[in-house]
């Protein structure tokens, strides 16, 4: 009869380590020693032993007490645990380029029309009246009033508008043209070598800034084909009109001035002056002597 061994020690203490829960264990295997927490098992009851039979030998060892298949692997081989295979993860949809967009074309810059009038393009003074009268401002007008003087003349006077019933061609032959031949007399300059022109060729009228640009366009055109010596506006609603307004007419009055390219300077009014002695005298004592280009005036 086989000598029956005392595994009661034993027994309690792998009691004692399974009971153990969160307590820190090492394990056993010499290749894989690594301190980890145990995983509490759930307390299960230690099956009674079998009946042994009379005369067998007494069942021996652990193999009694619990089943360790579950622990170290089962005897054929085949793992206890597989862990699960992590499912692949899902390809990333791929995403078609996305073409970069074209850049807005830059438009072509478009050329500014100019309008250019019939007269500009004139090149002699009765091409230059034949396109005024064919102008939107003198459409209507019975006769446009032409330039009455000699060609390249020393002077030439620029008034304002027409005079009811004054003729261009003979303003030098009136009240307020004598006077002003009488004047530049004065200073050498003769009657013959004196040029007239208007600069609004119609009635007197009031003159809007718009038309303003439109007339100096025209006068300057038709300086630019009469080629005088020197300018002489008068009255000072015309020198604003020609001139502009940055400086007053009264500071200005008789200076040396430029418009379309020649010399020029401003006068007063010979309507008003002929019968007013004190503007008689300021013309000819205050404005005259500015002007650079006449000799001093006698006394």
């Not at 025209?218 to 020609?242: C, D, R, W």
Request: charge should be neutral; aromatic fraction near 10%.
């Amino acid at each position: 009869m086989p000598e029956e061994y005392d595994f009661s020690e034993l027994r309690n203490y792998l009691r004692g380590q399974m009971d153990l829960g969160d307590v820190e264990v090492f394990l056993d295997e010499p290749w894989a020693l690594t301190r980890g927490k145990a995983r509490p098992a759930p307390a299960r009851p230690v099956p009674a032993p079998a009946p042994q039979p009379s005369g067998a030998p007494a069942a021996s060892g652990i193999s009694e007490m619990f089943d360790d298949s579950g622990l170290f692997g089962s005897s054929s081989g085949a793992p206890a645990f597989k862990p699960a295979t992590p499912s692949p993860a899902p390809a990333m949809a791929t995403r078609e380029p996305v073409a970069a967009a074209a850049p807005l074309a830059t438009p072509a810059p478009r050329a500014a029309k100019k309008t250019v009038a019939a007269y500009e393009s004139a090149d002699s003074l009765d091409a230059f009246y034949a396109a005024l009268k064919s102008d939107v401002l003198y459409a209507r007008a019975a006769e446009v009033p032409q330039y009455a003087g000699p060609q390249a003349p020393r002077l030439l006077f620029v008034l304002p508008a027409q005079q009811p019933g004054e003729d261009c061609s003979k303003f030098l032959q009136g009240a307020p043209g004598e006077m002003l031949v009488r004047l530049f007399a004065n200073l050498d300059v003769d009657a013959a070598s004196i040029g007239v022109t208007y600069f609004f060729k119609g009635a007197p009228r009031a003159i809007s800034p718009l038309l303003e640009t439109s007339l100096r366009k025209m006068l300057a055109k038709e300086i630019a084909l009469v080629q005088p010596g020197l300018v002489v506006t008068f009255g000072e609603p015309l020198f604003y009109q020609v001139f502009g307004k940055a400086k007053p007419f009264a500071d200005m009055a008789g200076s040396d001035l430029e418009f379309g390219g020649a010399p020029a300077m401003a006068l007063a009014d010979p309507y008003t002056m002929v019968n007013d002695k004190q503007l008689k005298w300021l013309t000819w004592k205050v404005h005259i002597p500015r002007s650079t280009r006449f000799a001093k005036p006698q006394s």
